[in-house]
């Protein structure tokens, strides 16, 4: 069963058919990623948050936090609106919040998945045995190699590697389901030690790695170029993994591959939006993961002020402002997932018999 595909919307169909602007109705998110605080216990150098060339993060205050009552006023509203899933992400590192413990569990009681980005060093205690024991996924966001690489790229202590990779360790023995994996985030000091991460995080229990490229530009040409002199040596690495590595108990995904060389979108209005909104830590609702914290093109409402299902379900314009034609020039995860759904819903019903 894929764990990786484009297509998991389309198992929801009620949902599809409500996304235009002329449906009438509007329906609960499937999906909804949660940024309970922008403070963070990790300083990236390439973090897309924090990198002024960067649009997104751009309005950032790393000071916000959701409020405890808020929180379990968005969980109230979640569990009665029927969303299905809710990923916890940055922002900032979502095991610095004090009260996910409690948010996870409550939105697990109500019958909705649970999952988590983290950079692992606070993946311990509580939080995470709930996580272990009700999570459906977690992934740990990782680059360096070693003790020194991994305190140089994020402006840690050379300790901090060998506590990830324990706390990733004694993750696996806790009681549980959870599937854990590791994004391990390419860049031009660590593409010499793709593979041997792969098989050191195989070593250690690691259910899956993916590997990606780090993004540092707004403009594709641009990271194309960054990754130009050493694209074939990790390509060749991931190549390697999943023949070598890759088995029923640990996957590989390799998602190392050049980036469009224009961010241009072809279609006018989002889709997604309304199918995997972004709730920051601002209590600012924003419509992907990224244009989070830009608030000159990103944000669909504010619920400082209202309760988070009343800002949904008040009509459907807000989700039409955003044009991506104009306003999306730049990376955006769901450009594949969206040209999918503009295809599915501009299909000539006179002809869909004609399969």
Known sequence: MQLYTSLKIFHYQDKLDSLQQDSGEVKAPIHIRIKPTNVCNHSCSY?????????????????????????????????????????????????????????????????????????????K?????????????????????????????????????????????????????????VSYIVNQDNAGHVYEMGRRLKDIGVNSVKFSACVVSNDGRENNEYHAPFFQEVKDQTERAVAELADDSYEVFDSYHHLDEKFA???????????????????????????????????????????????????????????????????CVANSKNMLIHEYLGADPEHLAFV
């Not at 205050?61 to 916890?88: H, L, N």
């Not at 992400?89 to 409550?106: I, N, V, W």
């Not at 305190?151 to 854990?180: D, P």
């Not at 609702?285 to 608030?295: G, P, R």
Request: proline residues 3%.
């Open 47 to 123: 973090c897309a948050y924090r990198a002024d060339n960067l649009q997104l993060g751009q309005d950032m205050d790393v000071k916000d936090r959701i409020p405890k009552e808020k929180m379990a006023e968005i969980v109230e509203d979640c569990v009665e609106m029927g969303v299905k899933a809710v990923t916890f992400s940055g922002g900032g590192e979502p095991f610095c919040y004090p009260h996910l413990a409690e948010t996870a569990r409550a939105l697990s009681e109500g019958g909705i998945r649970i999952a988590s980005l983290t950079n692992g060093g606070l993946m």
């Open 265 to 331: 979108k072809n279609y006018s209005w989002c889709p997604y939006q309304q199918i995997l909104p972004i709730i920051g830590a601002d209590q600012r609702i924003y419509s992907c993961q990224d244009k989070a914290y830009n608030l000159q093109c990103g944000v669909l409402g504010d619920i400082r002020e209202q309760r988070f299902k009343d800002f949904w379900f008040n009509g459907h314009e807000k989700f039409f402002k955003i044009n991506p034609a104009r306003d999306c020039n730049h990376h």
């Open 125 to 181: 205690g509580e939080a995470a045995e709930v996580f272990a024991e009700r999570g459906t996924w977690i992934r740990v966001s990782m680059d360096g190699w070693d003790g020194p690489s991994y305190a140089r790229f994020r402006g840690v202590s050379e300790e901090e590697f060998g506590r990830v990779m324990k706390n990733i360790e004694n993750f696996q023995k806790l009681s549980g389901k959870c599937f854990l994996g």
